[in-house]
């Protein structure tokens, strides 16, 4: 009997142990995108591999969101077209390894992102310049999950117009591509036109306008530059990297659209004087915190969100600026316990657990990486 209970726990705990998730971290710059597992509590990062066939700034996104397999890296060929680069990956190992390349009809793609049933790939083409917008497009991109393929090109969209700031918005410049939770419907943040523009997303990835085609930021020259979805499904954010505020909008999910601004935030101190560029902005999973950075005013500020929905409003918490330097992009731990930052000009990573009360406090965990452009989190089962 004794023998018998002491192998069902030893058999027990091999099955514990064996179905464990290890917690993966993609890091992408100009050249390479290295696999590092992540101390799931510190966010300490091994290095486990790295893919260093990469040309031009690469924005990476992973699909499914847990226990992922397939990777997408946007890139830029010899011509000056972008391109975008699809990778298997290697859940003992981290190795990525590229099974297929698609030209993403169009200039300097800025962001890529999946389709929730990881059947496209999303693009936006920022375009060849600022006072340029030759190449601004965006992109739609079937995915064969089965073959890990891409087809042929499903759809391109072309804004056109201009806003008020001549430097950087004599045109159009789509800064990043998502959808809603379902897929049904696809929203663009355009920083050249003061726009995010609102599509209905078709199952054969062709993109239509919606009702609403398009919502204007709440000032013009602010150049509106990522945007996220709160977890409840009756918000959403834009960041504005121009203008350095957030605006937060009310969003009617059956529909597809951004109805409302009710609020604009700064994400600088009050007083600030300097030149800053806002620029990523995520939420946590439980939707209580969201966080945006700052590049001059190099910092994260983090603000809190009503989780009783009776408030609408963020509520600032803390600017974190302990060893951040131009952070373009962070990623927040699908758990909820910590960021992860990427310091360009230091060429570091340096992670920072979230607290109770959502202020970020430094780890001591810090990795060195040459101008980290785009970071993603991910749990490996």
Known sequence: MTL????????????????????????????????YEANAFDGHLNFLSVHQNIAGAAWISVYPTYNPTLLLATGDLP????????YYINHNT???????????????PAYVSWHPRGSF??????????????????????????????????????????????????????????TDYTGTFAF???????????????????????????????DLGSGPRHMVLHPNRLMAYVINEMGNTIDVYLYDQKLGQLTAIVQTVSTLPPGWIGESAAAEIAITPDGRFLYASNRGFDSIVGFYIDPTQTDFNLKRISFTTHRISTPRNFAIDPNGRFVLVGCSTTNEVVA??????????????????????????????
């Open 121 to 178: 790939a999303l693009v936006a083409n920022y375009g060849a310049g600022d006072q340029n917008s030759t190449g601004a497009s965006l992109s739609v991109i079937p995915v064969n999950q089965s073959s890990v393929s891409f087809g042929r090109t499903a759809c391109v969209v072309y804004h056109s117009g201009s806003s008020v700031n001549p430097d950087r918005q004599a045109g159009p410049h789509p800064h990043m591509i998502t």
């Open 4 to 35: 018998n209970l002491l192998g069902f726990v030893l058999t027990l705990s091999l099955l514990v142990s064996t179905s464990e998730s290890r917690l993966f971290a993609f890091v992408a710059n100009t050249s390479h995108i290295v696999t």
């Open 352 to 381: 920072f657990a979230i607290q109770t009360d959502g202020v970020l406090v430094a780890t001591g965990a810090v990795t060195s990486i040459a101008g980290a452009i785009s970071i993603v989190l991910s749990e490996v089962f």
């Open 94 to 108: 981290g190795e990525l390894t590229r099974r297929s390349e698609q030209n993403t009809t169009g200039i300097n």
């Open 79 to 86: 011509d000056g077209n972008g391109t975008l680069n699809l």
């Open 188 to 218: 663009s943040t355009d920083l050249g036109l003061d726009m995010t523009f609102q599509y209905n997303l078709l199952d054969n990835g062709t993109l239509t306008n919606n009702s609403a085609p398009f919502i204007y930021s709440d």
